[in-house]
């Protein structure tokens, strides 16, 4: 998963994840196992939505795909502009291809990869290579928490990654309000606070943007 990139006036990059989580404190598969669809919202006002399909099965391959589209106006007028879309294959808890396209107000970045021996290779926008498994900003994998690098799928670079807990809080889902547990991603220019419910289902983010504006992500 990729969102708007630092060339975006008032809206930063959010893709990131971490380390010191045991792997019995990972919750289990998504409840949302087929999808998930975010309003977004930009200082409380929504800007479009984020939808996620995943498909298949852990033990065989999954595929899941990531579609973004915003659009921020002042007075009616657009200001700016961001479709993204990405396509990932996944076999266990290891990304094994990447397909991604994004248009960040005009500038096109595309993406490629694929896992092969024993390596993950980006083939673009510029080669680059990592041993082992690796795994993109996938908020919706229950195994996140344990990476210490992930894949942004909307730049194409490997990063490196922390995280910490938030603990408990209300979070606001459509007309009601359920607990949810915070994990702050250390990473980007601004943190980012993922939320989960006690099932261990995704169901919102929280990061600051350019200007000290909030972007949010929040279930219908």
Do not use: K
Request: aromatic share 8%; charged share 20%.
């Amino acid at each position: 998963m990729a969102l708007p990139s630092r060339r975006a006036p008032w809206i930063a990059a959010m893709c990131v994840w971490p380390l010191a989580v045991a792997a019995s404190d990972v919750p289990n598969e998504p409840v949302s196992a087929s999808g998930w669809t975010f309003r977004v919202l930009l200082d409380g006002q929504p800007i479009g939505e984020h939808r996620f399909r995943l498909s298949g099965t852990r033990e065989a391959e999954r595929t899941l795909v990531s579609e973004a589209q915003f659009t921020v106006r002042w007075l009616g007028i657009a200001l700016y502009r961001y479709q993204h879309r990405a396509v990932e294959r996944w076999r266990g808890d290891c990304l094994a291809a990447l397909s991604a396209d994004t248009d960040d107000n005009g500038t096109r970045t595309q993406v490629s990869g694929q896992a092969q021996d024993a390596q993950f290779d980006v083939t673009a926008p510029a080669p680059q290579s990592a041993r082992g498994c690796v795994m993109s900003f996938a908020y919706w994998h229950p195994a996140l928490r344990t990476q210490q690098r992930l894949l942004n799928p909307q730049t194409g670079r490997i990063e490196p990654v922390r995280i910490t807990l938030l603990g408990e809080t209300p979070l606001e889902q459509g007309a009601r309000s359920v607990l949810a547990t915070g994990w702050r991603i250390h990473g980007p220019a601004q943190p980012i606070d993922v939320w989960y419910s006690a099932q261990g289902d995704w169901i919102g983010l929280d990061t600051r943007v350019d200007g000290g504006r909030v972007l949010r992500y929040r279930r219908p």
